[in-house]
């Protein structure tokens, strides 16, 4: 006997604005059927390539979608599942209706009347206790799907709160990897020394367990684009190495006005040699733009440094031949500078006291991390060999202009 897969229709929606009707299959998860398309220009920005080109949009949709989903690769992810008393991460993503702090995009049941005003969490309240996907749970407490938890992407495990009506993100580090707060942290005091936009990262202790806590940079009126969307990579199978995607993104930003685009890509570049960060892709940058007018307004503020900083042991003294990643291509740390047009327009000389100010907050969380004495020297060790080699760098571009 055939079986019968369950499909349900649904309208994605952009905040209040109708972009397209679809048929969700529950049992494949996947979209069979895109039966309108209401207004392409508040589509996800790479659907419009997707339908110029004469693509499958219904493979973009479901790709999409499923991006929007906590990855079975999230650090206890099975226990999460059971927790919250769901056989998938696809559950959870229904029962929030896709809603997400990053972009007011959401899938909306056709019949559904709710407004979005009304059940979107950037103006309505959830509770932190019922945020299961940081598996900091009460068994006495009553869990409630409906978080912007779900939306989470990454394997490390996540939950927003509120504080005085201000989103918060707080985030564990993966499994063993317990530099991945004091990098972000790091990143934060870097940027903040040397005058680069940022999110802010601050370390907290719940429950006994290290995480950092970072604002959402995005509100009601304004949404992330991730550099996927504006590459056009987001589904298309290319080769990487065929384009220059770091000149073309530039000069995207640029034609859509975005000032001074150049020396704020730069800036990330700088920070990720510094921290040796290994994990740059086109989903952890991007851009900033305005949800009801979609004018691009901004580069986005650097966020998500974690896995920087020896996180994987190299060798300090080789490690400007390792490789980062950089536009999702993988290249030795020492190329990373070669990107940056005025190395010289950087006062280094402002992360003079960054390598103490560090070793101190290793120190001051030495207990909880376990970190020996000797890996905290190693990791001060290395930041001071970063520095100096920006420094060394810009003292070969002056003799070259000479």
Known sequence: MKKEHRIEKYVLMHKDTEVLIADYNHDTKVFKKISVIKDLDHAPLAFKNYY????????FLTKWYKSRTIPFWRDEVNL????AKVENSDELLNNSYALSLSDHYWLKPYNYKEKYENINFFENDFS?????????????????????????????KKAWTITEETRYLLKAPFKDHKMEPFNEVLASI???KLGFNHVKYSLKIINGNLVTKCPCFVGINTEFVPASHILNVYIDEINIGDVDFYESYIKDLEYKGIENAREKVENM????????????????????RDADTLKWLDVAPIFDSGESLNNFNYDIDNIDNELGRFFSEFWPFKTFLNHIRDINRFNMRKLRWVPRE???????????TGMTSEEIESKKKLLISRINNVKKKQKEAKKCKK
């Open 80 to 83: 999460l599942l059971k927790r």
């Open 128 to 156: 932190f206790i019922n945020n299961v996907n940081f598996l900091f749970y009460n068994g006495n407490s009553k869990i409630n799907v409906n978080t912007p938890d779900n939306t989470t992407i990454g394997k490390q």
């Open 52 to 59: 110029k080109n004469k693509r499958d949009m219904r493979e």
């Open 190 to 192: 870097i940027c903040q």
């Open 269 to 288: 570049v700088l920070l990720d040699y510094l921290l040796v960060n290994e994990d740059r892709h086109f989903n952890n940058f991007g851009i900033i």
């Open 358 to 368: 560090f070793g101190k907050l290793l120190y001051r969380y030495q207990k909880i």
